[in-house]
């Protein structure tokens, strides 16, 4: 993914993660994007609609 922002080139970093779901104990390995200028005053977590689905959320 590349992005521009006032012409600067902005790249999202995609990273390998283990999520875990502690109601189901379900552990997925996928790709997480990092870096993307989304900001929020908590943390978040947003996933595909499959991956909630796997996680039973």
Known sequence: MK????????????????LKSLQ???EVDTVALLNVG???????CIVPVRLAE???I
């Open 3 to 18: 992005l521009r922002l006032g012409g600067k080139r902005l790249v999202g970093v995609r990273v390998k993660v283990k």
């Open 24 to 26: 189901t104990n379900r």
């Open 38 to 44: 989304y900001e929020t005053e908590k943390p978040e």
């Open 54 to 56: 796997e996680f039973e």
